[in-house]
């Protein structure tokens, strides 16, 4: 399915807008399953028109169908995005802006978990040129179709794992696997905090979220330790539409502020030890700078 970059504009009617209420555009990146499937659901039956950022175009088609009908909702759009590739990135963000025009809600939903060895087009190591990289590049690309968009808000979806994420940026791409997903975690936190500045996020509302331990794809490769570990979580495992209800939460809940940690629904406090000003600083200087250079 395809729109004109004047059906951004155009006023529209629907279950949950109301006639005469413009239409809401959100990106769900990772949305052909798990929780990004979910969450799209829910952007869907709120009215938004929802566009499913995939790599895997053959799902994320068939995942759009099935919410549209689900959802009684007919505008849900698949469209390809590969975090892994700036190319890609570019590519999807051009599109995008061709095709919609405005941007009001973005929930960063796609993430890896990767043994190691792994290695993005740009050379990243896997989990933190995904997670992290490709998140940071597709957001500052699409940063300036929330200029004219009233209330924008900015969705990353991290992990408690974060935690253990401690980091050096010289080492950035020399974790592997359980410590590597965790890193990219907490730079991504790291970066809902610095983006969440009112002077850099011009009234955009970005906050994070921990969907808590999902059963999803993501957990499910095949080595002897992954079985061993989710043997250990099964019993603490959620479903991904409960996992999706933080995300849905915050992307639509009128009146929410900015720069939250949230479990779910219920927005946490963060210990002080883990808000390293000079870390997040020297983290996002060091993506500004990777990313005008892989841009030139």
């Known amino acids: 399915m395809s729109i ?107 993430g890896v978990s990767k043994l190691g060895g792994d290695r993005t087009a740009e050379g990243f190591e896997a989990n933190v040129g995904v997670n992290f990289f490709g998140t940071f590049a597709l957001t500052t690309m699409l940063f300036p179709l929330f200029s004219r968009s009233e209330d924008p808000r900015i969705v990353n979806v991290v992990s408690g794992i974060f935690k253990i994420g401690g980091f050096r940026i010289e080492k950035m791409n020399s974790y592997a696997w359980f410590k590597a997903y965790a890193v990219s975690k907490y730079m991504l936190l790291l970066y809902t ?42 019993p603490f495992f959620i479903d991904p539409a409960r996992g999706a209800e933080g995300s849905i939460y915050l992307a639509t809940c009128p009146g929410i502020g900015s720069g939250g940690y949230y479990e779910g629904c219920v927005e946490k406090k963060v210990s002080p030890h883990y808000l390293d000003a000079e870390k997040r600083d020297a983290l996002l200087e060091y993506a500004q700078e990777k990313l005008r250079n892989l841009c030139r």
């Open 4 to 110: 004109g970059s004047a059906g951004a504009e155009r006023l529209e009617s629907g279950d949950g807008m109301g006639v005469g209420k413009r239409v809401r555009t959100s990106v769900v990146t990772g949305a052909n399953r798990g929780i990004g499937k979910e969450t799209a659901q829910g952007l869907a039956r709120a009215g938004h028109r929802v566009v499913l950022a995939c790599r895997n175009m053959g799902e994320a088609e068939k995942a759009a169908q099935e919410i549209r009908l689900g959802s009684g909702n007919p505008e849900v759009f698949a469209r390809k995005l590969d975090l892994a590739s700036l190319d890609s990135i570019r590519e999807f963000a051009r599109d995008f802006e061709r095709d919609f025009g405005l941007l009001h809600g973005l929930v960063n939903n796609a």
């Open 193 to 234: 905090w610095w983006l969440s500045d009112p002077v850099r996020g011009s009234g955009i509302k970005v906050n994070a979220v921990h969907p808590g331990i999902v059963r999803t794809s993501i957990m499910y490769t095949k080595t002897p330790l992954d079985i061993i570990i989710r043997l250990l979580l099964e």
